[in-house]
């Protein structure tokens, strides 16, 4: 077994410990967070996006709990971090585990500097560590069938595509303080609208152009986002943000028509995905896949097989941030 820690105990902090617990093949011996008492009524707050699931406390009941990072460097012996702190701390702590020879997952998104994106991806190749961002919809079942319809053209080839994600405004944690332009964790543009920026560079690559609008939020200057992507072949929309009160719920959805058919695909109905044409509506199945299962699986494995995470390098996370700033 792999010994793994999880580092910041929020909402995805929980959400990677729940499926660090579900794995055979790790074992969590530590938690990191500033409020170790605090941990277990972290787990009744009910905060974030999403239900991820119920984590028993019983569950981590004998996992060791420190304040601080470094502590649990001195006092603990494992293979890998999942760091899921706010954006403003993942070079310091990322820094911190490659050059203690942790194989890191990091939340994403990246480094909103890209020079110390850069930096780390140099540390992890000097130190022969993993180094892998958490970009989740590269492992959700229902963008991979869109990717398998785009790259198969079992509809004809595409010829639009939107995509969007709307939430209200977190009001949890570390998203009450707005930092700087950017917030504490890159606004709604680097922390929302990145999933599916990040998904078209996951299945495209660069566009040719990219024309963006955005409006300023409580969080940042970008808390809203709409713009359009040039293709040679068809153009994409994204738009979004959580410009809207925070009890306003979590929404995403995609929309792609293709030469013989239409598709969408909502959260608000996650277990089917609408295939039309002009004859009818048919409803498939999403599928049972868990993504943020099946991506920390994906990490795992590559460290057991000292493999690079070609699903998710650091070098294509990287571009992503760089798309984003493109975007204002």
């Not at 929020?10 to 941990?39: C, Q, S």
């Not at 039309?276 to 299962?293: F, Q």
């Amino acid at each position: 077994m792999r010994k793994v820690v999880v580092v910041g105990f929020g909402f995805m902090g929980i959400t990677h410990t729940l499926n660090i617990l579900k794995n055979n093949d790790l074992e969590l011996v530590a938690i990191v967070d500033t409020d170790t008492d605090g941990i277990e009524q972290k787990l009744f707050q009910n905060e974030g996006n999403l239900p991820i699931g119920d984590l028993d406390p019983k569950m981590i009941q004998g996992v060791r709990k420190y304040k601080r990072f470094s502590d649990c460097l001195k006092m603990e012996t494992f293979d890998a971090v999942h760091i899921c702190v706010h954006t403003n701390l993942h070079y310091s702590l990322t820094k911190e585990a490659l050059n203690a020879g942790k194989h890191v997952l990091l939340e994403k998104p990246f480094c909103l500097d890209i020079r110390e994106g850069e930096d780390l991806i140099s540390l992890a190749q000097e130190n022969d560590c993993i180094l892998m961002v958490a970009h989740v919809l590269r492992f959700e079942p229902a963008y991979l069938k869109l990717k398998f319809w785009i790259d198969s053209k079992e509809y004809g080839n595409l010829k639009f595509l939107s995509l969007s994600r709307y939430s209200g405004l977190p009001l949890w944690g570390q998203w009450k303080n707005k930092q700087s332009e950017f917030g504490s964790s890159g606004g709604a543009l680097f922390d929302l609208l990145i999933h599916d920026i990040d998904i078209l560079n996951f299945m495209f690559g660069l566009p040719k152009k990219i024309d963006s609008t955005y409006l300023p939020g409580s969080l940042s200057n970008h808390d809203y986002i709409s713009a359009f992507w040039d293709y040679p072949d068809f153009k994409v929309k994204v738009e979004g943000g959580n410009t809207f009160h925070s009890k306003f719920p979590f929404q995403a959805n995609y929309m792609a028509a293709f030469e013989n058919a239409s598709i969408l695909y909502s959260t608000s109905d996650s277990d089917q995905i609408q295939i039309a044409n002009h004859e009818e509506i048919v409803s498939i199945p999403t599928g049972d896949a868990d993504g943020y299962y099946d991506e920390i699986k994906y990490f795992a494995d590559c460290i057991h097989t000292n493999s690079p995470p070609k699903k998710c390098m650091p070098q294509s996370a990287l571009k992503s941030i760089e798309l984003c700033y493109q975007h204002i």
